[in-house]
């Protein structure tokens, strides 16, 4: 049985996004907490996640919860700073917002793709505007999609599939 409780959490904007917790029968999910992405020893407990946001209320609800997941999580602020830190410490996902300032989301994938060091790396493309950028993103090559607001529940698998689709 899948239960789901949610809450708003309204940012300084104005912004509105669901955060919950989850009961899920989903193995993938076995509950939110510091274990909730492990199925069995398949995945490693402390996978590395980069998340590159320009705004700060959203950066955090994602280091929140992914760190409250049990992931490490590390952070950028635009696309110029996701690939310089990804090509430092290359992470294991990268979530990255496609409207950033100085280099959007679009042109950080196309960087992290290019580059042989970082060409391998799981994307994760995180947007608000999940009705038009869902299709194109997968068409590009984005590994996956979260649309903003995003449900914990679905942060959580999309993740947790494309770290597990790593692990031999």
């Not at 294991?92 to 290019?114: C, H, I, N, R, T």
């Amino acid at each position: 049985m899948s239960q789901n409780s949610y809450y708003r959490n309204a940012a300084a904007s104005g912004l509105g996004l669901i955060f919950g917790t989850e009961t899920s029968d989903n193995p993938t999910l076995r509950r939110f907490g510091t274990d909730c992405f492990a199925r069995g020893d398949r995945l490693k407990q402390m996978a590395t996640i980069l998340i590159a946001e320009d705004y700060d209320d959203n950066r955090e609800l994602l280091r929140l919860v992914l760190s409250a997941a049990g992931y490490d999580v590390r952070e950028a602020r635009n696309g110029h700073e996701c690939v310089r830190v990804a090509r430092e410490s290359p992470p294991d996902l990268v979530m990255v917002d496609l409207s950033m300032p100085e280099l959007d989301g679009w042109g950080a994938f196309q960087a992290l793709k290019s580059d042989p060091l970082t060409a391998a790396i799981p994307c994760v493309a995180v947007t608000a505007q999940a009705d038009t950028a869902r299709q194109r993103v997968l068409q590009l090559g984005f590994d996956g999609f979260v649309g903003k607001p995003f449900k914990t529940d679905d942060l959580l698998s999309t993740v947790a599939k494309l770290i597990a689709k790593q692990i031999p």
